[in-house]
């Protein structure tokens, strides 16, 4: 928008010479004049009126590329400042979020992304639609709006509505914020009992020491009390019939 006032004003001031002059006879007089402060009985030049609105324009556009600028280093500035208590309130970014769909079913799945390219599709998720809201795992009070403070589990993106693009790069931010000791990391709790992991029996136990064993007795005790199937011997005997020759 500014580039089209820019050169709008560049046409405007030559096709009208007759501006320039009455810019040149009374620019004395419009240096003393405070900008934006209407004054009776002097009319400003459209060239003057046009330079001050692109002034605005670019003002509001660095400032608003500062602030992306601070937001993208510090990410997680953003959810401390005005700004986002102003928009979002105490509540979590996807709080009130309902994606536009057709019919009173909603859809089953969330989209796959809701950027592609140079289009933003229409009603965003939570996170796409905002450029502030970044995932980074240092910005641990975003990641923290989409972990279950019971089960410490993420949420599914049907509850949160993000797509899964970004689902999946906050699965792994989650992961390596976890890594990096900024959030818990909850483990199961399971309760056992000694007999379940008991090493009294001889086939887990220690191996004793070999006694005064004679010809044909098993090692384990156990081992001699097992009877193996006749048809089976005799499947290994077959299968083995030309080595057993040797």
Same mark, same amino acid.
């Given at each position: 928008?500014?580039?089209?006032? #820019?050169? %709008?004003?560049?046409?405007?001031? +030559?096709?009208?010479?007759?501006?320039? *002059?009455?810019?040149?006879?009374?620019?004395?007089?419009?240096? +003393?004049?405070?900008?934006?402060?209407?004054?009776? @009985?002097?009319?400003?030049?459209?060239? $003057?009126? !046009?330079?001050?609105?692109?002034?605005?324009?670019?003002?509001? =556009? =660095?400032? %608003?590329?500062?602030?992306?600028? +601070?937001?993208?280093?510090?990410?997680?500035?953003?959810?401390?400042?005005?700004? !986002?208590?102003?928009?979002?309130?105490?509540?979590?970014?996807? %709080? @009130? !979020? +309902?994606?536009?769909?057709?019919?009173?079913?909603?859809?089953?799945?969330?989209?796959?992304?809701?950027? #592609?390219?140079?289009?933003?599709?229409?009603?965003?998720?939570?996170?796409? $639609?905002?450029?502030?809201?970044?995932?980074?795992?240092?910005?641990?009070?975003?990641?923290?709006? *989409?972990?279950?403070? &019971?089960? @410490?589990?993420? &949420?599914?993106?049907?509850?949160?509505?993000?797509?899964?693009?970004?689902?999946?790069?906050?699965?792994?931010?989650?992961?390596?914020? $976890?890594?990096?000791?900024?959030?818990?990391?909850?483990?199961? !709790?399971?309760?056992?009992? @000694?007999?379940? &992991?008991?090493?009294?029996?001889? =086939?887990?136990?220690?191996?004793?020491?070999?006694?005064?064993?004679?010809?044909?007795?098993?090692? &384990?005790?156990?081992?001699?009390?097992?009877?193996?199937?006749?048809?089976?011997?005799?499947?290994? $005997?077959?299968?083995? #019939? %030309?080595?057993?020759?040797?």
């Amino acid at each position: 928008m500014a580039a089209s006032i #820019r050169g %709008a004003v560049k046409v405007f001031c +030559r096709l009208s010479p007759s501006l320039k *002059f009455s810019l040149r006879q009374h620019q004395s007089c419009l240096q +003393r004049l405070p900008v934006g402060v209407p004054v009776p @009985g002097v009319i400003l030049p459209p060239c $003057r009126l !046009y330079c001050e609105v692109d002034s605005l324009v670019d003002k509001d =556009a =660095a400032e %608003a590329t500062e602030t992306l600028s +601070r937001y993208k280093e510090r990410p997680w500035e953003y959810l401390d400042s005005e700004e !986002y208590t102003d928009r979002y309130g105490s509540g979590p970014v996807w %709080a @009130g !979020y +309902r994606r536009n769909h057709k019919g009173g079913i909603p859809p089953q799945k969330t989209r796959k992304t809701c950027i #592609r390219g140079d289009k933003v599709s229409g009603n965003p998720c939570p996170i796409c $639609r905002d450029p502030n809201v970044m995932i980074h795992h240092q910005n641990v009070k975003l990641l923290q709006q *989409f972990i279950s403070p &019971y089960t @410490g589990e993420v &949420y599914d993106p049907t509850r949160t509505g993000v797509c899964m693009k970004q689902h999946k790069k906050l699965s792994e931010a989650i992961s390596t914020a $976890r890594d990096h000791g900024l959030l818990p990391f909850q483990i199961p !709790y399971v309760d056992f009992t @000694g007999e379940e &992991y008991s090493n009294s029996h001889d =086939a887990v136990g220690l191996t004793p020491f070999p006694a005064s064993m004679t010809m044909g007795e098993s090692w &384990y005790t156990w081992y001699s009390e097992i009877t193996p199937d006749e048809k089976e011997v005799a499947k290994v $005997r077959k299968t083995y #019939r %030309a080595y057993l020759k040797r």
